[in-house]
């Protein structure tokens, strides 16, 4: 069965950096494109960024566009988020996601989510 | 983006009861649309995409309904482990985006 298990969260002052990883396994993961998805403390989800199978197509939200960067090693069947510059506003649960046929916008998978908090 | 409106955003109801919850997109967004059902401290889980299609697993006392602007999401008679909190996404466009939620209560 598919099992997506993230790490790499934890506490971290602002202006600093933390790199998440995400560990999939149950389907073939090359063959299809990733999320990675987040939800402050007590509020709604928010979608954060995509990655498509291949590694060559990448999208951001406007939020974090210049601060995170979204990679993954098909060979380790691991996505990443690479989180740099972190404020406040980061403070939140990161969950990967699956997506559902590749492409497709919606997430049929997530992981258990870990917990990033930015604070001095 | 796409913004997306949850109504209401709590209610209270009682086991056995029919709960409708309202998702209205800014502007329509054909039947690319996804409800999430999330109980405290769990992960999301997939109930509906494509407006009405039901993911395999859920219970079929789960329903959506609507396209272009206009979502329902029926729960036909509420079951004790029904109450969570639901969000709606559209996935027309990027950025995917999410209403704001509506926790499901325990009259």
């Known amino acids: 069965h598919v099992q997506l298990v993230e790490s790499g969260g934890g506490v971290v002052q602002p202006g600093r950096s933390l790199r998440l990883s995400c560990a999939a396994s149950?389907?073939?993961?090359?063959?299809?494109?990733m999320h990675w998805v987040r939800q402050a403390p007590g509020k709604g989800l928010e979608w954060v960024t995509f990655l498509h199978y291949d590694g060559n197509n990448k999208y951001y939200a406007d939020s974090v566009k210049g601060r995170f960067t979204i990679s993954r090693d098909n060979s380790r069947n691991t996505l990443y988020l690479q989180m740099d510059s972190l404020r406040a506003e980061d403070t939140a649960m990161y969950y990967c996601?699956?997506?559902?046929?590749?492409?497709?916008?919606?997430?049929?998978?997530w992981g258990q989510g870990t917990l990033v908090t930015v604070s001095s | 983006a796409i913004q997306l409106t949850q109504s209401p955003s709590s209610l209270s109801t009682s086991v056995g009861d029919r709960v409708s919850i309202t998702c209205r997109a800014s502007q329509g967004i054909s039947s690319a649309l996804a409800w999430y059902q999330q109980k405290p401290g769990k992960t999301p889980n997939l109930l509906i995409y494509?407006?009405?299609s039901l993911e395999s697993g859920v219970p079929s006392r789960f329903s959506g309904s609507g396209s272009g602007t206009d979502f329902t999401l029926t729960i036909s008679s509420l079951q004790p482990e029904d109450f969570a909190t639901y969000y709606c996404q559209q996935f027309n466009s990027y950025p995917p985006t999410f209403g704001g939620g509506t926790k499901v209560e325990i009259k």
């Open positions: 149950g389907f073939t993961f090359s063959n299809y494109g």
């Open positions: 996601a699956k997506d559902s046929f590749g492409s497709s916008l919606w997430f049929d998978y």
């Open positions: 494509d407006a009405s």
